[in-house]
C-alpha cells in the first residue's frame, strides 16, 4: 500500500525524530510498501557543509518530498508558533502539487502537533487512514515549561488537541505512560492506542570498544566521562547536570562532556564561564552513522536528563542509543517519564527525579567508584535492548499495526 510519512525533520538533520522518521520509512518499504516522505527542507543540526537539496527526490526507493517553511528552529517562541501554525497549510499544499495518485495511509510524527493538521487534510483530499505517532503531549509540555502562558493561546491549542485526537485514526506512543495518560487524561480510547518504543539499531553498534578517538579529540583521555549526546533544549533542563558538576568539581577525574546543539546552549555556556565549570565541556554534534558508535564506546556513562517542570510522559531516544552502545545510565527526570521503570527493568544505570541534587551528585560518585561495575551495567542494557528496541522488532509491529487498520 501508498505510506505518507509527514515529519517535521528528516535525515540529512541530525535528530532523534529524523533518524527514527527514516527508520520507519525504511523498514516498511522493505516490508513491501510504497513510501513518500513529506519533509521540512534540511537547514538545522547538518552534519559538514550544507548542500542543495531538490525538491522531490527518490532516495533508496523512498520518494522524499523537501518543503521549505519558515525557520520554527533556533528562533524565539513567537516566530516559532507562528511558523509551526503555517506548517500544515505549507505542507499539504506542497503534497497536493506533488502526489496525484491514491495514498491509503498517512502517519504524521508530533511534535509539532499544529503539522498533524497537514495528515488531517490527506485523510480528507486522498481517503487515507490517518496515524498519529505522538511523542510529546502539546500544550501541556509547553505549559509546564513555560513557553506558552497565554490563556488564549493554550485554549486555541488544546482545541487544535482536541480536534486532531478527534480525527485520528490510530496512535501510537512510545510507552505505556503515554498510553496512561491519553486514556486517562484525554478520554481517548484504549484500543485506538499502539505502544512501540523509540528503536535503535543495535547491530550498528558492533562490539563495545574504545577506539580513544574522541578522548583524544577532546583532550578528555584518562577521565571519567558523562555524556549526553543530543538537543540542548529547555525541556532537559541541563542547567541541573551543571548544579551537579559544579558539586563534582574536586573530584578531577570526573568529566560532564555535552556534544549536540539547541536554544539552551548560550545560557549553559554562560553558566559554565561563570561558574568556572572546568569539568565540563560543549562539542557541536557529530556523524550520526560514522561517528556517534565511535563517541559512545569512547565515554564511561550515558547522562538522561529532563526538567522536573514536565508533567507529561516522555522517553528520551538517546536512551536506546546508550544501552545499543552497551553504555551505563545515570538520567535525572521528571517522575511521568517511563526510563525510570526501563532503567530499573534493565538493571543498567541509575535514576532519580529531576531536581533531587543530592541524589544525583550520590549516583554519580556511585558510578564512578563502581567504574569496575559498568561493563556489567552496560552488557544487561545491550541484552535488554536487543529483545525491546531492536529496529526490526519495532518496525514490525508497525507494519501489523498498519495492515490491521487498513
Not at 35 to 58: D, R, W
Not at 306 to 331: D, E, Q, S
Request: proline residues 5%; contains cysteine.
Amino acid at each position: 500500500m501508498h505510506i505518507l510519512v509527514i515529519t517535521d525533520s528528516y535525515p540529512p538533520e541530525i535528530r532523534s525524530a529524523a533518524q527514527l522518521m527514516k527508520d520507519l520509512a525504511d523498514g516498511l518499504k522493505e516490508r513491501g510498501h510504497r513510501i513518500t516522505v513529506a519533509t521540512s527542507y534540511p537547514k538545522y543540526n547538518l552534519h559538514g557543509e550544507q548542500k542543495y537539496f531538490v525538491p522531490i527526490i527518490l532516495e533508496g526507493g523512498i520518494s522524499v518530498l523537501r518543503i521549505k517553511t519558515l525557520p520554527h528552529h533556533k528562533v524565539n517562541f513567537v516566530v516559532r508558533g507562528i511558523a509551526q501554525l503555517l506548517l500544515p497549510f505549507i505542507f499539504f499544499s506542497h503534497i497536493k502539487k506533488h502526489i496525484k495518485e491514491k495514498i491509503d495511509v498517512v502517519i504524521i510524527h508530533s511534535p509539532p502537533l499544529p503539522l498533524s493538521i497537514a495528515a488531517y487534510k490527506v485523510k480528507q483530499y486522498y481517503g487515507a487512514k490517518f496515524i498519529l505517532n505522538l511523542h510529546d503531549i502539546f500544550p501541556q509540555n509547553a505549559v509546564d515549561l513555560n513557553i506558552l502562558h497565554n490563556k488564549l493561546l493554550i485554549h486555541f491549542f488544546e482545541y487544535i488537541e482536541q480536534t486532531i485526537y478527534r480525527k485520528t485514526d490510530f496512535f501510537v506512543v512510545p510507552s505505556e505512560e503515554h498510553k496512561t495518560f491519553l486514556v486517562n487524561n484525554r478520554a481517548l480510547a484504549s484500543e485506538k492506542i499502539r505502544v512501540i518504543p523509540h528503536w535503535i539499531h543495535i547491530n550498528s553498534f558492533g562490539e563495545r570498544k574504545a577506539s580513544h578517538v574522541f578522548r583524544k579529540k577532546y583532550n578528555l583521555e584518562n577521565k571519567c566521562i558523562f555524556l549526553f549526546a543530543g538537543v540542548l533544549g529547555p525541556s532537559q533542563g541541563l542547567e541541573f547536570v551543571l548544579r551537579v558538576a559544579e558539586r563534582l568539581k574536586t573530584i578531577s577525574d570526573i568529566h560532564f562532556l555535552f556534544v549536540g546543539d539547541g536554544t539552551a546552549l548560550p545560557s549553559l555556556l554562560a553558566i559554565k564561564e561563570r561558574r568556572n565549570l572546568s569539568n565540563v565541556s560543549f562539542y557541536p554534534f557529530v556523524d550520526p552513522e560514522k561517528e556517534y558508535p565511535l563517541l559512545l564506546n569512547d565515554v564511561d556513562v550515558g547522562v538522561l536528563c529532563l526538567t522536573a517542570k514536565n508533567t507529561t510522559p516522555a522517553v528520551p531516544a538517546k536512551l536506546m542509543g546508550y544501552l545499543a552502545a552497551g553504555l551505563p545510565v545515570v538520567a535525572f527526570l521528571h517522575k511521568e517519564s517511563g526510563a525510570h521503570s526501563i532503567i530499573k527493568e534493565a538493571e543498567c544505570g541509575l535514576s532519580c527525579l529531576s531536581g533531587d541534587e543530592e541524589g544525583a551528585v550520590q549516583m554519580v560518585k556511585q558510578l564512578y567508584s563502581e567504574r569496575a561495575l559498568l561493563s556489567a551495567y552496560g552488557a544487561r542494557g545491550c541484552a535488554y535492548a536487543k529483545n525491546h528496541f531492536d529496529v526490526s522488532v519495532c518496525i514490525d509491529a508497525w507494519d501489523r499495526h498498519i495492515r490491521d487498520l487498513v
